[in-house]
């Protein structure tokens, strides 16, 4: 995990540098809100990425951001199995992310596949997410 | 209260305007982290003031900061009456501030008087306050 | 609303503080973080009432927080309609809140009913919100 | 303004209303944390908008989200007068906008304009940003 | 210490994890407010707890949350000594945690002992706290 | 890096702890808003320093503020070097801090100055740092 605190960089500049480390191959980046000296309210920059990518990743924060620094550090990772099923829908088929560990199991619907079945057929994102995890259900009772 | 919201602003510049608003007799100045479109974490701006001052506020926000627009409203208040006391501590003598309303008494010793002995005594702040509060609290027993 | 910025609050007195308003018969309590000044992290205490209890919360307040004023203000709501149902589950009973507004409706399993059941059956919550969930889906198609 | 407090909301379904809010019209739309009852972290979806929208703007917010009800409230404006102006810069042509009240008068490059030659030219975002203000500032001393 | 970022979770879902995860041994749960990705407001979930524990608590973070990856570290720890000591308030007896490290000691009365006084003599919490600091302050100088 | 959870402080008093810990010479202290358990907002503070100075910084933490413990882990840094620049503007003379690493340079007007003509020319902040970064971007090209 790379970590920068920048004080003085604009939100517009960060939301430029979020979408310039996920195109560089970043796992995650997130920001947190800060209070630092001097009565400045700040943003944390934090990005995970592979150990190998740290060099390029930490110049992109060099170049993009102000700060004259970053501190990094390496986090171990449990991740769960993950494999893709598809179900049908009333709104059209969807993709599930299936996560597997040990015996935990859990499905979650494609943020977008669910964003552009609920635009096609004119019903809330919930409506076309929950008809998913619901499809994904029976067909486990199916089995 | 005057508010605006900052996503092309520094945490640095917002210090400064702070300072700026306070000097010009803000009743209070805070910062709230928000989270604004395109992925920019921001930060808005609150002003309590007089309504008269509403202009001149105003314009120091627009003179300082980004913002080309700010939003305003008025709200009520209901204050406590205050007045102040002084108690001998074994660091020396702290001003308390005394709110009333109704039934309803206060007791808060002054942050700059605290600082100060706990500076001189080299002991922590929050022996200083404590002290200051249990001062208080006996000299109101033997009334 | 009610509002109040405390800066010489401790976290534990605000939890303490929000179960009070809340037995009070406050609408809703909620805390957000802002940033005073002289450094000073701080938290904005709001609270959500009838017009009418505004003088009750105002006190619980003035004689549980220690700020010496609160600042308050109307604001106007729109709510939707809202009953209740039950459905069956793999795991027991639960009670769903329908909120229906012009030709919306939604339903939320209630939070303690699938808490009970979660712990009793020794599955996820998410589980057994979602079974809710697709209960009360088939149900509506059955109709 | 149009605010409502979430705490039966994901982060995922969040991105998505405040697409569609900005989509339908809404003049900004933000995301507070806050943190509400029974120790749930929660976000406070606020919008701004044209009065007369508000009535499509509420109904975005109830199908959309898990709320079952919305506060609003008018607040008065001073916004600054807006104009565009386009300077060279060795990157490229950049509009920047002219915000003017009263004496003051401040001048923002257009933020697509710069990430666009930014990744044109393979420099830092901010590079053109102050290469366009310094252009603009030059344009001036030349009038 | 175990960490994951939850984008999409409900605060109901995050007030239930964290009950859960005290319950099984952690010996702190915390959430911090992150913005991820997409627009997405995001709570980030932080666990302190014995490494001995990490598989367990692993295990109740991929159960109840959405998450399909956690990541943790070992952070080393100085801690104070504590042990109890109880005094005599107007209110009743409270219960004192006594903190030393080197020449440092502080006193910190117990929460739960100060909710119930409070409530029993109908007093502000501060009020009975603060009784139990000056008794404890008392005691120490008839040492 | 040292932590630590702070749920019984106020506001005030870690304004307090932020100044002493900077006198100290800690290299960057800041406040993170958290959330703990029994509804509590808090704040998480953090402080970054050289190694050596763990047991000095962390005695200060443990007097100055509730924490019964502290927990602390070495981060690896990546810093830019620094040197330092004049410049002239119409307001005076700046100095800018310049920063390279690898390819990479950039410049940062110092806060302190920019303050002082900004006040002293009565012009706003941004102004003076906008125009410092123009004169040093000038004195490249003539270079």
């Keep these: ?6 004080d003085d960089q604009t939100g517009e500049g960060l939301g430029y540098v979020m979408a310039q480390l996920l195109d560089a191959g970043a796992f995650d980046v997130y920001f947190t809100p800060i209070q630092m ?10 990005v995970l990425g592979d150990p190998q990518a740290r060099e390029s990743l930490t110049k992109i924060i060099l170049v993009e951001t ?5 501190r990094y550090q390496t986090w171990q ?13 009333t709104f059209g088929a969807v993709q599930l992310k299936v996560a597997t560990y040990d015996d935990i199991e859990k499905k979650t619907p494609e943020y977008a596949d669910c964003v552009r079945l609920a635009k096609q057929s004119q019903v809330p ?8 995890l619901a499809a994904a ?3 486990d009772k199916e089995c």
């Design 77 to 89: 990772r449990t991740i769960m199995r993950r494999h893709f099923i598809e179900v049908q829908t």
């Design 125 to 132: 994102f919930m409506t076309v997410y929950q008809a998913a």
């Design 137 to 139: 259900d029976q067909a």
């Design 1 to 6: 995990m790379i970590e920068a605190n920048l």
């Design 66 to 70: 102000s700060t004259v620094g970053v």
């Design 37 to 46: 000296k001097k009565n400045r309210p700040a943003t944390k920059l934090s």
